[in-house]
C-alpha cells in the first residue's frame, strides 16, 4: 500500500469547491488502488489573510515543507485587489511559497479537446490536435530582481536577472519531458535585445548536446506570441523565463476553450504545487458553477509526480469520459449544465468503479445518482 502526505489550500474564491472535488477524486484513486492519502486541509491567501493577518501562516508552511505534495485551490479577494493602500495581499503567500519551497518550475501542459474545440475563439483548424507543455521559470527575472523608485520619484526600476544554474536546473527538467514525448524543445526568448536571453540561450545551445534525440529551436517571445495563436500545434515543449512563460502561459489558454481546463504543477527540489490555473472567480463563489477539471487535471499531475502512472491515467481517462459525455459546468454545456459538485461526483464515481462498465449513466446524468 502507498502512503502520502498531501497538504490541501483550498484558498479563495472558488478555490474550496473546485479543491473540494479534486480531493473527491484523489480519495476514490486510494479506494480503487488500495492507497493511503493523509489530506490535511491549511489557510492561506485572503483567508488567512482574515483569520491569521497572515497570507501564509507559520502552521500551513510547515505542513507544506512537511508533505509529499500540495495541493492549492485559488487565491485572491476583490477587498485586497480593489485596494491599493492594501499592505498585506493573498498573493504574497503564493509568493512566498514559492520561494520557501524552491518551486523553480512552472509546467502548464495545454490540450485542445476534440470535443470542445468549437468553445475556443480560435479556429479549429488552427487549434486542432495541439498537445504542448510550458515550461516556465518560477523564481527568477524581474518579477524577483531588485525594484524601487528613483530619488525624485519620477522613475521607477526594475532588474531581470538570472544565473547559470537557475537556467540550467529548468532546463533539464524541460530536455527530459521532450525526450519523452515528441522530442521536440523551443525556448523563447528575446536575445536579439535582453543580455538575460542571450545568456538563457547560451545554456540551453550547450545543454542540447547532452540530449541528441532532441530537435531544438529558438523563438523571440513576440514571434511566439503571434505563432502560439497561428500554429500552435508546432509546439511540443516550450522553455522560458518567468515573466514571458507568465504571458505565453496565459495566452495559450484559450486554446482549450476554458481556463477551467488548465492544471499546473510548480516544482522544487523536494516538494512540488498543483494548482488550476484560474483564479478565484469570486464572482462564482458559492454558486456550485466553477469548473473543477482544471483542479482535478491537477491531482492527475500530482499522482504522477507521486510516480502513480496507472492512478494519474485513469484520472485523465475519467476526465474524458466526462468531457465526452458533456458532464460539464455551465461554461461549457450552458443547454443542460451539470453543478461542480455533479461533475466532481461523475468523475469519482468513474474512477471508483470504471471496472464496472454497467453502471447507470442516465442515473448520472439526470442528477439522482448517489456517488461518492
Known amino acids: 500500500m502507498v502512503s502520502k502526505?498531501?497538504?490541501?489550500?483550498?484558498?479563495?474564491?472558488?478555490?474550496?469547491?473546485?479543491?473540494?472535488?479534486?480531493?473527491?477524486?484523489?480519495?476514490?484513486?486510494?479506494?480503487?488502488?488500495?492507497?493511503?492519502?493523509?489530506?490535511?486541509?491549511?489557510?492561506?491567501?485572503?483567508?488567512?489573510?482574515?483569520?491569521?493577518?497572515?497570507?501564509?501562516?507559520?502552521?500551513?508552511?510547515?505542513?507544506?515543507?512537511?508533505?509529499?505534495?500540495?495541493?492549492?485551490?485559488?487565491?485572491?479577494?476583490?477587498?485586497?485587489?480593489?485596494?491599493?493602500?492594501?499592505k498585506v495581499r493573498p498573493e504574497q503567500g503564493l509568493l512566498r511559497l514559492r520561494k520557501e519551497l524552491g518551486l523553480f518550475a512552472n509546467i502548464r501542459p495545454v490540450t485542445a479537446y476534440d470535443v470542445l474545440l468549437a468553445h475556443s475563439p480560435l479556429k479549429?483548424?488552427?487549434?486542432?490536435?495541439?498537445?504542448?507543455?510550458?515550461?516556465?521559470?518560477?523564481?527568477?527575472?524581474?518579477?524577483?530582481?531588485?525594484?524601487?523608485r528613483t530619488d525624485d520619484g519620477e522613475g521607477a526600476y526594475d532588474h531581470c536577472t538570472y544565473s547559470r544554474s537557475e537556467i540550467r536546473r529548468i532546463a533539464h527538467l524541460a530536455f527530459q519531458a521532450a525526450a519523452g514525448r515528441r522530442q521536440h524543445l523551443t525556448l523563447v526568448d528575446k536575445a536579439n535585445v535582453l543580455e538575460t536571453s542571450r545568456l538563457w540561450r547560451e545554456e540551453v545551445r550547450e545543454m542540447a548536446a547532452q540530449y541528441p534525440e532532441v530537435t531544438v529551436d529558438y523563438l523571440f517571445v513576440d514571434n511566439a506570441a503571434m505563432q502560439v495563436i497561428l500554429n500552435p500545434t508546432q509546439f511540443d515543449v516550450i522553455l522560458t523565463e518567468n515573466m514571458f512563460g507568465d504571458i505565453i502561459s496565459d495566452e495559450a489558454s484559450v486554446i482549450a476553450g476554458s481556463m477551467g481546463l488548465l492544471p499546473s504543477a510548480s516544482i522544487g527540489e523536494a516538494v512540488a504545487l498543483f494548482e488550476p490555473i484560474h483564479g478565484s472567480y469570486p464572482q462564482a463563489k458559492g454558486k456550485g458553477i466553477a469548473n473543477p477539471i482544471a483542479a482535478i487535471l491537477s491531482a492527475a499531475m500530482l499522482l504522477e509526480h507521486l510516480e502513480l502512472t496507472a492512478e494519474a491515467a485513469l484520472v485523465r481517462e475519467a476526465v474524458d469520459e466526462?468531457?465526452?459525455?458533456?458532464?460539464?459546468?455551465?461554461?461549457?454545456?450552458?443547454?443542460?449544465?451539470?453543478?461542480?459538485?455533479?461533475?466532481?461526483?461523475?468523475?469519482?464515481?468513474?474512477i471508483a468503479d470504471s471496472n464496472e462498465k454497467q453502471w447507470n449513466k442516465n442515473n448520472v446524468e439526470i442528477g439522482i445518482s448517489t456517488i461518492i
Open 5 to 86: 502526505k498531501i497538504a490541501v489550500l483550498p484558498g479563495d474564491g472558488i478555490g474550496p469547491e473546485v479543491c473540494r472535488q479534486a480531493v473527491k477524486v484523489l480519495e476514490a484513486v486510494a479506494e480503487r488502488f488500495d492507497h493511503h492519502f493523509d489530506l490535511s486541509s491549511h489557510l492561506m491567501g485572503a483567508c488567512a489573510i482574515d483569520a491569521t493577518g497572515n497570507p501564509l501562516p507559520d502552521e500551513t508552511l510547515e505542513a507544506c515543507r512537511t508533505a509529499d505534495a500540495v495541493l492549492l485551490g485559488a487565491i485572491g479577494d476583490p477587498k485586497y485587489d480593489n485596494d491599493p493602500a492594501a
Open 124 to 148: 479549429k483548424e488552427r487549434i486542432q490536435g495541439t498537445d504542448m507543455v510550458i515550461f516556465r521559470e518560477l523564481t527568477g527575472g524581474i518579477y524577483f530582481g531588485e525594484k524601487g
Open 322 to 350: 466526462a468531457l465526452n459525455n458533456s458532464v460539464l459546468t455551465p461554461e461549457l454545456n450552458p443547454i443542460a449544465p451539470y453543478t461542480t459538485e455533479e461533475v466532481g461526483n461523475y468523475i469519482a464515481f468513474w
